[in-house]
């Protein structure tokens, strides 16, 4: 199973948050751009997962492995459970604001006949971050109504009853009491953890199914626009962006935190760290 092929602001979507030169409205798209991003990647890599080893355990003798692999998916749904609806509702209001702000300023630039081509990808990006707000909150309302399902039906494992009393920051006193301001970064830091978290449980269980891989491949197998050939999905490579190797890129971390067997350690790419400055 093939990650999901999203836009590219949704592929850099975390890369923006670890440059620290984003502003709040940046930020808050990144992690809803990466949230979703995460989610259909999981989704998609799941169901593969159960449809390539349908019928294994009776015929091939798999079976702790494949429940191992399952028990691990079940984890993977379980940390998107940590995007709350409340969390979401609340950076996509602050979106559409300053959504709302932005295309005000476009206008005026266009006015001007002075609107530049980052002004205008920036409107792009935005426009993008609201419908993923709208995609990833229809998705958590039906995840959350299927697995209540299930509970009540006495189907769901331990892991999905503890995903559905996971208890969001909104709920907490220290939110309550603290200011707008602090309550946006705790709304982005929890959003934040949730993702690194989907990312990095897509890496364990792609590890699991090939050890002996490298950082390109997983890279391409987890962001396809990122190829660098044309022979996956037919699709002409623009190559390994050079965000995935910069000293702040979440995820060269995680490769490097998981390393074994024929696995090679990642170093950052100082020529690429000049460049991006």
């Given amino acids: 199973g093939s990650a999901a092929s999203l836009p590219e602001e949704v592929v850099l979507g975390v890369h923006h948050v670890c440059t620290g030169k984003s502003n709040r409205r940046a930020v808050s798209t990144a992690v809803l751009q990466s949230a979703v991003f995460a989610t259909e990647s999981m989704k998609q890599f799941e169901m593969g997962r159960i449809s390539q080893h349908k019928g294994s355990e009776e015929c091939c003798g798999n079976a702790e492995p494949m429940r191992r692999q399952l028990d691990q998916s079940r984890?993977?749904?379980?940390?998107?459970?940590?995007?709350?609806?409340?969390?979401i509702e609340k950076l996509s209001s602050i979106c559409e604001w300053e959504d709302e702000y932005a295309e005000d300023m476009a206008e005026?630039?266009?006015?001007?006949?002075?609107?530049?081509?980052?002004?205008?990808?920036?409107?792009?990006?935005?426009?993008?971050?609201?419908?993923?707000i709208a995609s990833i909150t229809s998705n958590l309302g039906s995840r959350l109504s299927r697995r209540g399902k299930e509970s009540s039906n006495g189907e769901a494992s331990g892991c999905n009853n503890e995903g559905n009393t996971?208890?969001?920051?909104?709920?907490?006193?220290?939110?309550?009491?603290?200011?707008?301001?602090?309550?946006?970064?705790?709304?982005?830091?929890?959003?934040?953890?949730?993702?690194?978290?989907?990312?990095?449980?897509?890496?364990?269980?792609?590890?699991?199914?090939?050890?002996?891989v490298t950082y390109e491949e997983w890279i391409e197998e987890l962001h396809p626009e990122n190829t660098r050939s044309n022979v996956r999905g037919g699709a002409e490579g623009t190559g390994i962006d050079h965000r995935f190797y910069l000293d702040g890129s979440d995820h060269r971390q995680l490769w490097n935190a998981n390393l074994s067997g024929n696995r090679k350690f990642v170093s950052v790419r100082e020529d690429y760290a000049e460049a991006y400055m």
């Fill in 166 to 212: 996971f208890q969001s920051v909104m709920d907490t006193p220290e939110f309550l009491m603290a200011s707008e301001e602090r309550q946006m970064e705790m709304l982005i830091e929890e959003s934040r953890e949730a993702c690194l978290k989907a990312i990095l449980d897509h890496l364990e269980l792609f590890l699991l199914e090939t050890p002996n």
């Fill in 75 to 87: 984890e993977i749904s379980k940390s998107l459970h940590r995007f709350s609806r409340k969390s």
């Fill in 108 to 132: 005026f630039n266009r006015r001007n006949s002075n609107e530049s081509s980052d002004r205008r990808q920036e409107r792009h990006a935005v426009s993008t971050a609201r419908r993923v």
